[in-house]
C-alpha cells in the first residue's frame, strides 16, 4: 500500500517549503513523541509539501462522521490472510469525543461506502419528477400564453387595488 497519490491537487498547493530552520521552530504539542528533542538538523520537521497523509486530514471533512484515506491499493489484489498494522498514535482525539478505526475499503471515483448520498439523489430526483408532472398536467389543462404581458402587474392600465397596512384611508396626508 502507498501513500502517493492521497491527496488532492488543492490540497497540495496549501503547502510550501518551509523558510525557518529546525532551531527557529518547535513540534507542536501532541508531536512531542515524534520529536522527543524538538526540531533538529538529524531530525528536521516533515516537508508537509510532501506528506500526503497530513495534507489528507488537515482537509475539512463536510459531516461529523468522517473517514480520511491513509493509503491505497492501486495495483495488487489482497488475499485472504492476516495482516499486521502498526500504528503510531500522534493525534489524540478522545479530548472532543473522536475516535478512530481502520477501515479496509473499496473506493471508487465517487468516493467510499456511503449510502446516505444514494438516497438523497433518489429523493430529490423523486421530488424532480414530481413537481415535473405536476408542473406538465397544470400547463395542459391550462396552459400560459407566452410573452403574455397582462400577467405584469406593473404595465397594466387597470388602478391598483394595493392599500397601505395599519392607515386609515380617512386621515391621508394630501390637504
Known sequence: MTNKGISWASDRQLYKPTQYSPDQISPPPNWQKRYPQGYTKD?????????????????????PTFSKLARRND?????????????????????????????????????????????????????????????TVAHLIKPRKLGDHTYLTWNNEQPSTATASGRDPRFSSSA
Do not use: H
Open 43 to 63: 531530525n528536521p520537521p516533515k516537508d508537509l509539501q510532501e506528506d500526503e497523509e497530513f495534507q489528507v486530514w488537515m482537509r475539512t471533512a463536510g459531516l
Open 75 to 135: 495495483n495488487e489484489t489482497m488475499i485472504a490472510g492476516t495482516y499486521q498494522i502498526d500504528i503510531r498514535d500522534y493525534f489524540p482525539v478522545t479530548a472532543y469525543g473522536g475516535t478512530k478505526s481502520i477501515v479496509i475499503s473499496t473506493r471508487t471515483v465517487m468516493g467510499g461506502k456511503n449510502p446516505f448520498m444514494g438516497i438523497a439523489y433518489v429523493v430529490v430526483g423523486g421530488i424532480c419528477i414530481a413537481l415535473g408532472t405536476l408542473f
